[in-house]
C-alpha cells in the first residue's frame, strides 16, 4: 500500500502553494464581498499557470493530469479563497471530453465556461456563472452548451461568483448524458472538498496562532484546554479530511465504481469539516473575530456557502448509506 | 498512490493466509463481534496464540534473539488484518506482546529477556500491565502503590486498577513509587511481578457493557528480587514511556476499525432498513450514512500511518488522532446499529437474543476512556502537534510526599 502523494504532486502542492499565495491577498475576496473588484487570481492568471487544464487530456491543449493532481492544487487554492474554483475546471473538463475544441478553450480561458445546476430556462445560482459567457447545463437528459442571460444575487461569498443563469442559445454536445452528467458532478464534489480543506486547514492554522499570541487570565488561551480542544477537534477533522479527498481524487481515475461514494463522502464530510473549522476560527477570535474587518467570516463564508453547493449533506450520507447497502463497499 | 500490497507485502501475506489455513483446526475462530472471555476460553485462547507462535506469526518485528521474525511493522500489521479476516480472536497475550514484551526487551536484564521473551510469545505466560491506581488514571504519574528496599528483595503494597487480563495474567510489569521525597515523575521503579506470588489478589471488575475483561489489583508485603527491576530505581517515567508509546502504536494504527466495521454496519442496514416506517428509513439512511463517513475517514486516515510504517517511518504524535477519530467513528456506528433496531432498539437484545448492537453501543464509553481518553488524546495533539502550551501545573518539581505544594 502506498496511500500518499507522489513527489511530482507534493512539487505540484508545493508550486500551486507560492502561486496562489502571491497572486491572492485575502483582501480580493473582501473587495469581491464589498462590490469593489473580482474574485483574484481570476481566469485568466489560472489559465495562464495551467491550472484550468490539469485535467484536460494534453490532445485538447491540456495537461492530462489526474483529479488527484488537481486536488492537491485545489486544496491550495481553497487555502486563500481564490476564484474562480477548480471545481468548475474540473466538472467541465469531464463533461468536455467528447468536445475537444471546447475544452481546449477552457484550458487556454479562451471560453469562460460555467456550469448550471438545475433548469437549463432558470439555473440554481451556479458556481462561478457570474463572470462567465457559455454555459453547459443538462437539457432533457442531453448536454448542452449554449449562451446565456445572467442573474447574479446578492453574494454572501463573491469569491464563488453564483449566479442564475437563462439559457438563450443551446446547441447539443452529448444526447443522453446522465451519466456523464453525474460523473462530472461526482468529480466536482471532490474537488470541492478539497478547496474546503483547504479553507478549513487555513482556518485551523489562524485559530492556532492566536490562540498562541491572546493572553487572558494571565496566560495565552490555547494553553486552557476548553480552547484547545477545540482546535485538536477542527484539526482532526481536517487530518481525516485529506485521507478521503485523496482517496475520492484517486477512484475518479483508478477505480470508477468507488468514486460515487468517495466523493459523496467527501463532499459532506468536508462541509461538516469545514463548517467546524470556520465556526471554532470565529470562536477563538473572540469579539475580534466577529469583526467585519477580521478575515475569518471570509472563510466562515466559504463554508457556509460550499456545503450547499453540489448537494448538501443530507443528500451526500443518504447517497452513501443507499450505495453501501446496494454492495459499493464490498 | 495505489492499495496494492507492494510484491514483498503480497508474498508475506500469502504466506500468513496458507498458514493460518494449514493450522485452521488447531486455531479457535469467533464470529464477527462475538465477545471473547478470555477465563472461560483461556486455554483454547493460549493454545491458539502458541500455534500461531510456533509458525512465526507471534511477534514478527521482534528481534530473532528473542524469539520474533526480525521482520517489520508492516508485516505486524498484516498478520493482524489476516487474522481478523480469518476470524481468529484477539491474541490473548496482546498487552504482553504489544507493550510488556518491548519494555523488557528495552529495559530488561539478559537474563530477563531469555527467562521471559519466547514464553511470552508462545502464551506459555500471559503478561498484564500495572499502572492505573483508583487515584491515578490520566495523572498516571500520581500513583501510590510503593515498594519498599529489604535486603536483596522490595517489598510491595498497594492497588492496581483497570488491569486487563490480570485473572488469568503469569506476570506483569509494575509501576510502583520507591522515593516519596523526590518529585512525582523522579521517584518512580518499575518491576516485573509475578502474579502467583503471595500476597497478589486479583479481583475482576465487571463493565457497564456486562463482561469482565479487567480487574483490580492488590498488593500486600509482596516480595519482588531487586533482579526483577527493569531500569534503574528512579527511572520508572522513562521505562514506562516506553511502554506507553508502544500502546499508541498497538492502538488506532494501520487502518484498523476500533468499533464495529462500516462493513458490520452495512450489512445489519440491508437487514433491518426495510422493516422501518418510510420516514424512520429516511432519518436511518442519514445515520448510517454519517457513521459510515466517520468510518471510512478513520481508515483512510490509519491507511496513511500504514504508508508511513511501510516507508520506515514510526508514527509521530498525530497516531493519538487514530485513536479519536476511530472513537468518534465507534460511537456513530453503534447508535446507527442500535437505532437500525426500530422498537427493539430499547431492549437488550433482540427477539432472536442477539445483542451484539446493544453491547457495542455500551463499550463505546470504554473506548473513549482506555489507552488514552480522548481528553488527554487531545491534549497531546494540542501541545505537541499544534504546539499550543499545556496547562500549568503546580505539581511537578515538588516532593510528591508533599501532596504536589511547594
Redesign the interface.
Given at each position: 500500500m502506498n496511500f500518499d502523494l507522489s513527489d511530482d504532486q507534493r512539487d505540484a502542492a508545493a508550486g500551486a502553494r507560492e502561486f496562489f499565495t502571491g497572486s491572492v491577498p485575502l483582501s480580493a475576496a473582501r473587495a469581491a464581498l464589498e462590490g469593489d473588484g473580482v474574485p483574484a487570481p481570476g481566469r485568466k492568471a489560472l489559465a495562464d499557470i495551467g491550472f484550468l487544464g490539469i485535467t484536460v487530456p494534453e490532445s485538447a491543449g491540456g495537461a492530462g493530469g489526474s483529479v488527484l493532481d488537481l486536488a492537491v492544487v485545489a486544496e491550495q487554492a481553497g487555502a486563500v479563497l481564490a476564484g474562480p474554483s477548480l471545481v468548475t475546471a474540473a466538472r467541465a473538463a469531464v463533461l468536455l471530453e467528447g468536445a475537444p475544441d471546447l475544452a481546449a478553450q477552457l484550458a487556454d480561458g479562451s471560453a469562460a465556461i460555467a456550469v448550471l445546476d438545475g433548469p437549463v430556462t432558470g439555473s440554481a445560482p451556479s458556481l462561478d456563472a457570474a463572470d462567465a459567457t457559455l454555459f453547459l447545463g443538462l437539457d432533457g437528459g442531453a448536454l448542452v452548451v449554449g449562451e446565456g442571460e445572467v442573474t447574479p444575487g446578492r453574494p454572501m461569498d463573491a469569491t464563488r461568483g453564483l449566479a442564475s443563469v437563462r439559457m438563450t442559445s443551446r446547441r447539443v454536445l452529448t444526447e443522453d448524458a446522465g451519466e456523464l452528467w453525474a460523473r462530472a458532478r461526482q468529480v466536482g464534489a471532490v474537488v470541492m472538498a478539497a478547496e474546503d480543506l483547504g479553507a478549513a486547514d487555513r482556518a485551523v492554522l489562524m485559530g492556532v496562532d492566536y490562540a498562541q499570541q491572546r493572553q487572558a487570565f494571565g496566560r495565552v488561551i490555547g494553553s486552557y484546554q476548553a480552547v484547545k480542544h477545540m482546535l485538536v477537534d477542527a484539526w482532526v477533522g481536517v487530518d481525516q479530511l485529506r485521507s478521503l479527498v485523496w482517496w475520492a481524487a484517486w477512484a475518479a481515475d483508478d477505480s470508477p465504481a468507488e468514486l460515487p461514494l468517495a466523493a459523496a463522502a467527501a463532499k459532506a464530510y468536508g462541509a461538516e469539516v469545514a463548517e467546524r473549522a470556520t465556526e471554532t476560527v470565529v470562536q477563538v477570535h473572540g469579539g475580534i473575530g466577529f469583526t467585519w474587518e477580521h478575515d475569518a467570516h471570509l472563510y466562515w463564508r466559504r463554508a457556509k456557502v460550499d456545503r450547499l453547493l453540489l448537494g448538501d449533506a443530507a443528500e451526500h450520507l443518504d447517497a452513501v448509506a443507499r450505495l453501501a447497502v446496494a454492495g459499493a463497499l464490498g | 498512490?495505489?492499495?496494492?500490497?507492494?510484491p514483498e507485502?503480497a508474498s508475506f501475506r500469502a504466506h500468513v493466509r496458507s498458514v493460518l489455513q494449514e493450522h485452521a483446526s488447531e486455531l479457535l475462530h469467533v464470529a464477527p463481534g462475538e465477545p471473547v472471555d478470555a477465563r472461560s476460553r483461556e486455554a483454547e485462547l493460549r493454545d491458539t496464540q502458541r500455534v500461531l507462535a510456533e509458525a512465526g506469526l507471534v511477534g514478527v518485528p521482534w528481534p530473532r534473539e528473542y524469539g520474533g521474525q526480525g521482520g517489520t511493522l508492516v508485516q505486524q500489521a498484516i498478520v493482524g488484518q489476516e487474522l481478523g479476516r480469518a476470524r481468529v480472536p484477539t491474541l490473548i497475550n496482546h498487552i504482553g506482546i504489544g507493550m510488556c514484551g518491548p519494555t523488557v526487551i528495552a529495559h530488561g536484564s539478559d537474563d530477563q529477556r531469555s527467562r521471559y521473551l519466547a514464553r511470552l510469545l508462545r502464551a506459555d505466560d500471559v503478561w498484564c500491565q500495572l499502572f492505573s491506581e483508583p487515584g491515578s488514571g490520566s495523572d498516571l504519574a500520581a500513583l501510590r502503590t510503593s515498594a519498599v528496599r529489604d535486603g536483596e528483595d522490595w517489598v510491595v503494597n498497594g492497588q492496581k486498577v483497570w488491569t486487563t487480563l490480570a485473572h488469568v495474567a503469569d506476570y506483569g510489569i509494575l509501576l510502583t513509587r520507591t522515593d516519596p521525597e523526590r518529585p512525582k515523575h523522579a521517584g518512580l521503579t518499575m518491576f516485573v511481578v509475578d502474579m502467583h506470588a503471595p500476597g497478589v489478589t486479583v479481583r475482576p471488575l465487571r463493565q457497564m457493557s456486562g463482561g469482565a475483561d479487567f480487574n483490580e489489583v492488590f498488593f500486600d508485603d509482596v516480595r519482588i528480587p531487586d533482579s526483577e527491576r527493569l531500569g534503574e530505581p528512579g527511572e520508572g517515567w522513562r521505562v514506562a514511556l516506553t511502554t506507553l508509546m508502544n500502546e499508541r502504536v498497538a492502538i488506532g494504527g494501520a487502518g484498523s476499525d476500533i468499533g464495529p466495521s462500516?462493513?458490520s454496519l452495512?450489512a445489519h442496514?440491508?437487514d433491518r432498513?426495510p422493516a422501518l416506517a418510510p420516514e424512520q428509513q429516511?432519518l436511518a439512511?442519514?445515520a448510517?450514512?454519517?457513521a459510515?463517513?466517520?468510518s471510512?475517514?478513520?481508515r483512510?486516515?490509519g491507511?496513511?500511518r500504514?504508508?508511513t510504517l511501510?516507508?520506515g517511518g514510526l508514527p509521530g504524535p498525530?497516531a493519538s488522532?487514530g485513536k479519536?477519530?476511530g472513537t468518534a467513528a465507534a460511537r456513530l456506528v453503534a447508535d446507527a446499529g442500535v437505532r437500525l433496531l426500530g422498537d427493539e432498539a430499547v431492549l437488550g437484545a433482540t427477539a432472536d437474543g442477539d445483542d451484539s448492537w446493544q453491547r457495542a453501543q455500551a463499550y463505546v464509553p470504554g473506548i473513549a476512556i482506555a489507552g488514552g481518553t480522548d481528553?488527554v488524546l487531545?491534549?497531546i495533539?494540542?501541545?505537541r502537534?499544534?504546539?499550543?502550551?499545556?496547562?500549568?501545573r503546580t505539581d511537578k518539581s515538588a516532593p510528591f510526599s508533599s501532596g504536589g505544594r511547594r
Open positions: - | 498512490m495505489d492499495f496494492d500490497d507492494t507485502e462500516p462493513e452495512t442496514a440491508r432498513l429516511v439512511r442519514q448510517v450514512g454519517r459510515l463517513v466517520a471510512l475517514a478513520a483512510y486516515t491507511y496513511r500504514f504508508t511501510s516507508q498525530e488522532a479519536l477519530g481528553q487531545r491534549n495533539l494540542g501541545e502537534v499544534l504546539g499550543l502550551p499545556p496547562e500549568p
